[in-house]
């Protein structure tokens, strides 16, 4: 509503409910550790909590396991980009293939395929080859979906009037086709990314031997929740860097292109 | 006299017919590597596995287990809705209230909740509370965020005239408001079933002690991927059941907008 926009409120007030909300939150549960007595196994005390972030930071002991998870995510991504965005040019060339596989990949794509983590332990093992298949698969479906819908959807006009202007194959692509899809494309990689770090932190959460989601699982069962609370806040603050800048190449490609 | 090769040719023109072409030959293929080139160890043929689900049934305490979860999703997805509504009516209702909660929303629905699954577990227990509760808190921020943009879509002036013709809170909600959100709340319940389905059956495959994720890790264990297959193909059959059945009443009751 953009007409409630231009009213007299000042977004400062606005800003100032968000700080309070969140300030609030700390000091309850600052109190509800120190002076409500809620066991520290179930929720530690804010400082030491903060302590234990500083101290995983100083020490550099997240170094191995933010290592592990990043190697993973990045060749899922690279298998599922490649592989996507070339499977999605192809069926994208002529309108019998879309009409026979998009449908398919969008049924598929709607499957929880976390559903089969299980299958992928007993084919790839505990290791980090099970998360990788993963999350290659999980994100392929978004790459590949929204390749077919840039590439397929190319207003027919642009495409007829290049080539009457005497465009070769490789002059269409490189001006017509990729500059309309392209935009597109990208969407859909930073949704196949966002994915592709959920599910590899989910699988590593749920079986794996090492990584970011291995270790908080490993701490929650040790009982150090202090730790664990400074893991989290840590994986979280991993997590949101890495989609920021996803989502700034992404801004930054759409405008290149 | 048409022969064999040009009736398959004009059958294969329609796309579905080639889509489910298609599906049969992932099949045949699956069958083929699964009897001659893969371990049995590991795979199974999906003809084995689709004559084995009686099998999956009968092992003890599955049935139980697939109940469960079914009941975990059903319950989850009414509270997301729920919740997802209320919190959504009530940030989006409130210019001030949504410039205020909405970036708060946000953040949390963008951080991955996956890591703080260890924590639902020690909180709710192992048992069907954890999964519910894991499930809701994937499901209800689309529906929100939803809520809110469909809350938005009403026109102002639509408000201001049923406001001037003297209409109380409740009938402007009931008469205004809610006929404008039905087709983005029905977009946002598809997105939340989703986000419910993922929730309950990470949460599932977590608990190893009980449950489905029981299941899973002792078939895969026991190097048993028969009755592996039939189970996840039992949940995933579930899952598009699920799916299908909210995504067709997003098509039934988001066409009326248009018409």
């Known amino acids: 509503m953009k007409a409630s926009d231009r009213k007299t409120e000042k977004p400062l007030a606005s800003r100032a409910v968000q700080v309070t909300f969140l300030v609030a939150l700390v000091v309850l549960w600052y109190l509800a550790t120190t002076r409500w007595r809620v066991s520290p196994l179930l929720l530690p005390n804010p400082v030491l909590v903060w302590d234990n972030f500083w101290d995983i930071i100083r020490t550099g002991e997240f170094l191995s396991d933010l290592r592990v998870t990043l190697t993973e995510l990045a060749i899922a991504f690279a298998i599922s980009s490649t592989s996507g965005v070339i499977v999605g040019y192809l069926i994208s060339r002529t309108q019998y293939r879309i009409r026979v596989f998009e449908p398919l990949f969008s049924a598929i794509y709607s499957v929880p395929i976390i559903l089969f983590l299980p299958l992928y332990v007993l084919f790839f093992g505990l290791g980090p080859a099970s998360k990788i298949a993963l999350g290659a698969t999980i994100s392929f479906f978004p790459i590949a979906l929204s390749t077919i819908a840039g590439f397929g959807y190319v207003d027919k006009v642009l495409v007829t009037a290049a080539r009457s202007m005497g465009a070769s194959d490789y002059q269409l692509f490189r001006y017509v086709l990729m500059p309309a899809a392209l935009p597109i494309i990208l969407t859909g990689m930073r949704m196949g990314f966002t994915v592709a770090l959920l599910s590899i932190i989910g699988s590593e959460t749920i079986a794996s031997l090492a990584g970011l989601g291995h270790r908080i699982v490993h701490l929650a069962e040790g009982m150090e929740m202090a730790r664990m609370f400074a893991y989290i806040v840590f994986v979280v603050f991993i997590a949101a860097t890495l989609n920021m800048l996803v989502s700034a190449l992404e801004t930054r490609g759409k405008r290149h292109g | ?259």
């Open chain 2, 1 to 259: 006299m048409i022969s064999t090769t040009t009736r398959i040719r004009q059958a294969l023109r329609r796309p579905w017919i080639a889509r489910i072409g298609v599906i049969v030959l992932l099949f045949c293929f699956w069958e083929i590597a699964a009897r001659w080139w893969i371990d049995p160890m590991f795979l199974s043929p999906p003809s084995r596995v689709f004559m084995s689900l009686q099998q999956v049934f009968d092992t003890r305490g599955v049935p139980a287990a697939l109940r469960i979860t079914f009941w975990e999703l059903a319950v989850a997805f009414v509270l997301s809705v729920v919740i997802g509504l209320v919190i959504g009516l009530a940030v989006g209702l409130q210019p001030f209230a949504r410039r205020s909660f909405m970036p708060i929303i946000l953040l949390l629905y963008g951080t991955p909740q996956v890591t703080i699954l260890p924590l639902f577990i020690l909180y709710f227990g192992i048992g069907p509370a954890s999964k519910i509760a894991f499930g809701v808190s994937h499901g209800f921020f689309p529906i929100i965020v939803t809520v809110v943009a469909g809350v938005q879509n009403v026109k102002p002036i639509l408000l201001t005239s049923a406001r001037s013709m003297g209409a109380s809170r409740w009938q402007m909600l009931r008469h205004v408001i809610f006929p404008h959100m039905i087709p983005s709340f029905f977009a946002g319940m598809r997105l939340g079933m989703t986000g419910v389905l993922l929730g309950v059956l990470l949460a599932e495959l977590y608990v190893s002690t009980a449950g489905i994720g029981y299941f899973t890790t002792l078939f895969t264990q026991n190097f048993d991927p028969t009755r592996l297959l039939g189970l996840v193909a039992v949940l995933a059959a579930m899952a598009i059941v699920l799916n299908e059945v909210v995504r067709r009443a997003e098509v039934h009751f988001g066409r009326w907008h248009t018409d």
